[in-house]
């Protein structure tokens, strides 16, 4: 793996920087037991992590000749994932489907900062000689295990966390 590959400027520096940032900590908040007050803060760091990486990537245009490419316009998506989920937390929300929408929400923003990890790696690793149909192909192909692995996490962090939940009250 060159760095080169990867890294064009320093917009493209904090990128890739705040990305593996995201990408650990995203990866422990899956994984942690939740609900502690280090799961909060690591999510909070986090979720300022997947904050800068959907601003820097606003500004990267290398490998689509300086246009505006399919991960452009998952920023908003990834956006929306995340505010759906911290909302309910930030504004200490009473009603019942905050901890459901928190699940969904970060769920989806933590594993699809994942997925969007993997296709940038085949994308600048892996991919010489595809053509852009191609491109675009493989890019969806890698794309779906995510997507079924997005459901199948929050659908598993529903049930348990909701279970626990009504079992305290």
Do not use: Q
């Not at 989806?108 to 192909?137: C, D, P």
């Not at 079924?148 to 996490?153: D, R, Y």
């Amino acid at each position: 793996m060159d760095i080169n590959n990867w890294v064009h400027s320093i917009t493209g520096g904090i990128h890739v920087v705040f990305s593996i940032i995201g990408l650990i900590t995203g990866g422990y908040i899956l994984l942690a037991r939740k609900g502690t007050g280090k799961h909060k803060k690591i999510g909070y760091v986090f979720s300022i992590a997947l904050l800068i990486v959907n601003i820097s990537a606003l500004f990267i245009y290398d490998f689509n000749d300086g246009k505006i490419s399919v991960f452009h316009f998952l920023i908003p998506v990834s956006l929306f994932f995340m505010i759906y989920g911290m909302y309910p937390m930030i504004i200490k929300s009473r009603k019942k489907n905050k901890l459901v929408r928190h699940i969904i929400g970060m769920n989806g923003a933590a594993i699809g900062l994942w997925a969007a990890g993997a296709t940038e790696y085949f994308v600048r690793e892996l991919s010489s000689g595809l053509n852009k149909n191609e491109l675009i192909l493989y890019s969806t192909l890698i794309s779906i295990p995510f997507a079924i692995l997005i459901t199948i996490s929050i659908t598993y962090n529903i049930k348990k966390y909701t279970t626990e939940t009504s079992k305290k009250d």
